[in-house]
T-cell receptor, first 111, second 114 residues
Framework: AQRVTQPEKLLSVFKGAPVELKCNYS??????LFWYVQYSRQRLQLLLR??SRESIKGFTADLNKGETSFHLKKPFAQEEDSAMYYC?????????????FGQGTILTVHP | DSGVTQTPKHLITATGQRVTLRCSPR?????VYWYQQSLDQGLQFLIQ???????AKGNILERFSAQQFPDLHSELNLSSLELGDSALYFC?????????????FGPGTRLTVT
């Protein structure tokens, strides 16, 4: 069975400060990891996935298989980054795509 | 707008009742997923369909069932409702099943069981 843990329910930072949202997972195989974001009054949407190794809206996330982590980072937070962030996992190499989500972290960026 | 639509937006019903939630995927998407978001359990995968056939099952109760119709819309049926079934139910769709394809989420249906 797979599990995703986001230890922080709430995270507050000031604009311009670095931000790191933590995500740890447990899965015996090779997982695919994602970060989803839900802005106020908007739908849940994909922010980034580890296989694409790209930076979206200044956010990056590196899969650390040794520590089974997939933390989301941004060097300089912006007020518009305030949102709910979910880390999610799916078994790699399968044709299912079902996602296992963490409990989510509410990020608030203060001016 | 991701294009996934869900109806109704809100639903209030009593314990023991049965409800049907509807989802229309984005144009061209063949795979539909249902998720339940509750305060205690978070976002949980329920069931997935691909081109009318059940593809994967998650933590879906026996009182719940779903199907995907030939026009690719999907319905989630919840019966013998209990207070604990109160939650936000999301539908997502993707072009095909599998991790390669991004899932696009609908706005959700908020179910309140009283």
């Amino acid at each position: 069975a797979q599990r995703v843990t986001q230890p922080e329910k709430l995270l507050s930072v000031f604009k311009g400060a670095p931000v790191e949202l933590k995500c740890n997972y447990s899965y015996s195989g090779s997982p695919e990891l994602f970060w989803y974001v839900q802005y106020s009054r908007q739908r849940l949407q994909l922010l980034l996935r580890h296989i694409s190794r790209e930076s979206i809206k200044g956010f990056t996330a590196d899969l650390n298989k040794g520590e089974t982590s997939f933390h989301l980072k941004k060097p300089f937070a912006q007020e518009e980054d305030s949102a709910m962030y979910y880390c999610a996992l799916t078994p790699g190499g399968t044709s299912y795509g079902k996602l296992t989500f963490g409990q989510g972290t509410i990020l608030t960026v203060h001016p | 707008d991701s294009g996934v639509t869900q109806t109704p937006k809100h639903l209030i019903t009593a314990t023991g009742q049965r409800v049907t939630l509807r989802c229309s995927p984005r144009s061209g998407d063949l795979s539909v997923y249902w998720y339940q978001q509750s305060l205690d359990q978070g976002l949980q995968f329920l069931i997935q369909y691909y081109n009318g056939e059940e593809r994967a099952k998650g933590n879906i109760l026996e009182r719940f069932s779903a199907q995907q119709f030939p026009d690719l819309h999907s319905e989630l049926n919840l019966s013998s409702l209990e207070l604990g079934d109160s939650a936000l139910y999301f539908c997502a769709s993707s072009v095909a099943p599998g991790t390669t394809y991004e899932q696009y989420f609908g706005p959700g249906t908020r179910l309140t069981v009283t």
